[in-house]
């Protein structure tokens, strides 16, 4: 943890972080076990320091948290569409892999009652859950659903966990002080939230919400 912090503490004074905030983000939702949250609070956190939030030094070079936060965000819904449009054209060989899946048939049929009703909240929920962004994002392909229907809510699951994200690492800098103690809450809450939303995506659906 404290080697990572380093790592990243050092690309904090360049555009870099960014890029590798980005790549880290949108390949994510093809590699879900790429570590893109712990990335950006570290990220968050090191700019934190650097700043001098916690200990009122003089600020140094680091990321801007707006942009932080917005590079976060666009990344998510740009891998996002790329997961839907290949799950689209996928044909049958795609349609065939998901039906086998018990996981993605049951995704399927969360997403399509939950953008019938036009309430996309479960395309914000997976996007905290570890592989549900990828499971949500080519379930929306694969059953076509309509781009105006899951973009708006793809963009709100990436700017929300965006946000959380920077959010965690920065104030919690602020507020713990050191950067280590910092990142290890941060992180801890991180997987809190998925570990939240996995629970309530198993939930079974009520009567009134099978499609």
Not at 37 to 57: D, K, M, P, S
Not at 74 to 92: C, I, K, M, N
Not at 99 to 108: F, H, I, K, P, T
Request: charged share 15%.
């Amino acid at each position: 943890m404290l080697e990572s912090v380093a790592r990243v503490g050092a690309l904090t004074g360049t555009p870099w972080i960014y890029v590798m905030v980005a790549a880290s983000v949108l390949l994510d939702v093809f590699l879900p076990v790429l570590p893109s949250g712990v990335l950006i609070v570290t990220a968050a956190t090191a700019a934190a320091a650097g700043t001098g939030a916690a200990t009122g030094r003089v600020p140094q070079n680091v990321p801007d948290i707006l942009a932080l936060t917005l590079c976060a965000a666009t990344a998510s819904v740009l891998g996002d569409l790329v997961a839907y449009r290949l799950a689209r054209h996928g044909g049958e060989r795609l349609d065939r892999a998901i039906s086998r899946s018990r996981r993605l048939s049951r995704a399927q049929e969360r997403l399509g009652a939950a953008l019938s009703r036009g309430g996309g909240a479960l395309v914000v929920l997976a996007r905290f859950a570890p592989a549900g962004r990828s499971v949500v994002s080519f379930s929306a392909g694969a059953t076509h659903r309509r781009v105006r229907e899951f973009l708006p809510w793809s963009a709100l699951a990436g700017l929300s966990w965006a946000t959380y994200s920077v959010a965690l690492g920065y104030f919690g800098t602020r507020w713990l002080g050191a950067a280590w103690l910092a990142t290890g809450v941060s992180v801890a809450a991180l997987f809190a939230a998925g570990a939240g939303a996995v629970y309530l995506m198993r939930r079974p659906l009520k009567p009134a919400e099978a499609p």
